[in-house]
């Protein structure tokens, strides 16, 4: 089993760019997740979802929009990309129940917005 | 918003010594998790504790939880270099479908 996998690993885009992150997961989860890192910062949630065809707004969903169209893919987009979204994207998956079990993350994508 | 405020920021030990890292939250909780990220890499889950428990092991790991204080700790025991990382507490609110993170402890295991 991958687990939970992302692409890019590593992108550079320039205002106004748009693009889209892609979260796999091979685990049969339910629930996926989009978070970001920051410096010194701990993860904030961006964009979840509970299900296939589902979604639901984080913590800091402005900017972002995301789509779960087959249960094992959940997609993070930026339409109009700008320098304060350069961060670390961490995706993440979960079974049934959701954040009352454990959470497995992706590797990361470092994105750099110019 | 954070909810969970891990303490120490940092922490250096020499290998062989224990670790404990702190984690205070402010809301009731349905539980608290401890994950770890080494550098440049994704957190790893360590152990979840529910509101009802009040400790739990898992090999080298501790966790206690005092929903009394709002507070839980981790302990590492017989640290080694490979628990070099950072330390993420995470908490759940009651009737939440969200995880809220900590800024984390960043631990040093000298050799």
């Known amino acids: 089993n991958a687990g939970v996998t992302q692409t890019p690993k590593f992108r550079v885009l320039k205002t106004g760019q748009s693009m889209t992150l892609l979260c796999a997961q091979d685990?049969?989860?339910?629930?996926m997740y989009w978070y970001r890192q920051d410096p010194g910062m701990g993860l904030r949630l961006i964009h979840y979802?509970?299900?296939?065809?589902?979604?639901a707004k984080g913590e800091v969903p402005d900017g972002y929009n995301v789509s779960r169209l087959k249960k094992q893919n959940f997609l993070l987009g930026l339409e109009s990309a700008a320098p304060s979204q350069t961060s670390v994207y961490f995706c993440a998956s979960s079974a049934v129940g959701g954040v009352y079990n454990e959470q497995f993350f992706g590797p990361g994508t470092r994105l750099t917005v110019l | 918003s954070q909810q969970g405020e891990e303490d120490p920021q940092a922490l250096s030990i020499q290998e062989g010594e224990n670790a404990t890292m702190n984690c205070s939250y402010k809301t009731s909780i349905n539980n608290l998790q401890w994950y770890r990220q080494n550098s440049g890499r994704g957190l790893v889950h360590l152990i979840l504790i529910r509101s009802n428990e009040r400790e739990k092991h898992s090999g080298r790991l501790r966790v206690t939880l005092d929903t009394s204080k709002k507070s839980s700790s981790l302990l590492i025991t017989a640290s080694r270099a490979a628990d070099t990382a950072s330390y993420f507490c995470a908490t759940v609110d009651q009737g939440a479908q969200k995880l809220v993170f900590g800024q984390g402890t960043r631990l040093t295991i000298n050799p």
């Open positions: 685990m049969n989860h339910e629930y």
């Open positions: 979802s509970v299900g296939e065809g589902t979604t």
